[in-house]
């Protein structure tokens, strides 16, 4: 019984620290992220309501970038502080042996991974697949970021716009507007919102039109309005293929067997994959014989060589998409490696002293 509560009290510090870790990282990757997407704002004229929904849409695919590194920084220092305040040796001490620890870090590891898997495969792709169409979707509300004064705005394909004055409270003055065949200049202008939908009222201005038999017209106008809703925004719309639907892709790889769609598939379904082998690595900082091995050099070279695998992972699934050698050893990679890594961890355990 005893045994039982400081093994679901291991676990519960090493989840706690897991959760603390990607939360921070994910909340300062997000908030870059965020502070980054403003120009969504003051250059596109996206309403501050549509921005703040796009950049909630994009947590989960923030949280899932970080998943695998987080468990590899989480694990490590959990482990760390539990050899420095000594509570390990009560594990010990109770009868407690290491490879018992290595299967419950395991355990806990396989857990994460299944968490991984329901963001990469679902959540994430979805929350991205609904910030992209919220952005599709969008009107424009505020027009004024799109005049900014002595700047040329191009904002909306085929439009820009040049605005000596403006007063930011929707007065204009001097302003010059081309088109594809026309330019118009006006020397006054207001911003206007009709039935929510933003509109320039120009004033005292001319009109320069290139015809058909390349002959310009000139037209002269007291007033008129200038609708931007007729135009779209300089921004991707297209879905991406990290924006899809996992079934989408596994669809779109049989009819066109694209190396970039199978890249994706293999991503979702294979990263999260990494976690166990991670959380195995992790545990070869159990080793506590310093006179045999200097700890501190075993655990810079377990963090350095988590991390350059981390990176030799990501480097396979790019190669797997385009080789089927390396994809029929990326698919033999999780169960292999952590096979491997695990007969490894057991030696290497065994080959401290009995006293320890």
Not at 40 to 45: F, M, Q
């Amino acid at each position: 019984m005893f045994k039982n509560k400081l093994k679901n009290y291991f676990a519960k510090e090493i989840l706690k620290s897991y959760f603390f870790v990607l939360a921070t990282l994910s909340l300062l990757i997000w908030i870059t992220q965020s502070a980054r997407l403003l120009y969504l704002v003051t250059d596109t004229g996206l309403s501050i309501n549509t921005y703040v929904n796009y950049i909630v849409f994009l947590i989960p695919k923030s949280i899932s970038q970080l998943m695998v590194i987080s468990l590899l920084i989480s694990f490590f220092l959990s482990i760390m502080k539990f050899q420095t305040n000594k509570e390990l040796e009560i594990y010990w001490l109770s009868g407690i042996s290491k490879m018992e620890i290595v299967f419950l870090v395991i355990k806990t590891s396989l857990l994460l991974t299944a968490l991984a898997l329901f963001f990469y495969i679902y959540l994430a792709p979805i929350s991205s697949k609904k910030s992209r169409e919220l952005i599709a979707n969008s009107e424009f509300s505020l027009v004024n970021s799109l005049v900014k004064k002595n700047n040329f705005n191009s904002p909306l394909k085929g439009l820009t716009i040049f605005v000596n004055k403006n007063d930011n409270q929707g007065n204009l003055e001097k302003i010059y507007i081309f088109e594809n065949n026309k330019t118009i200049i006006s020397k006054t202008g207001r911003v206007l919102n009709i039935d929510e939908k933003n509109y320039l009222e120009l004033s005292d201005g001319v009109i320069h039109e290139k015809n058909t038999q390349n002959n310009i017209t000139t037209i002269k106008f007291q007033k008129t309005l200038f609708d931007f809703t007729k135009y779209q925004r300089n921004i991707h719309t297209q879905l991406k293929f990290q924006e899809r639907d996992t079934s989408w892709l596994l669809d779109e790889y049989e009819k066109s067997k694209k190396p970039s769609v199978l890249y994706e598939i293999h991503k979702r379904i294979f990263k999260p994959l990494l976690i166990p082998i991670i959380a195995i690595l992790c545990c070869f900082t159990l080793y506590v014989n310093n006179e045999k091995i200097n700890l501190n050099k075993i655990r810079i070279s377990i963090f350095s060589f988590s991390t350059l695998f981390i990176i030799f992972f990501e480097v396979l699934l790019d190669f797997s998409a385009k080789s089927i050698y390396f994809k029929y050893f990326l698919y033999s990679l999780p169960v292999l490696g952590s096979y491997l890594f695990l007969l490894l961890l057991s030696k290497f355990l065994k080959s401290e002293a009995k006293t320890i």
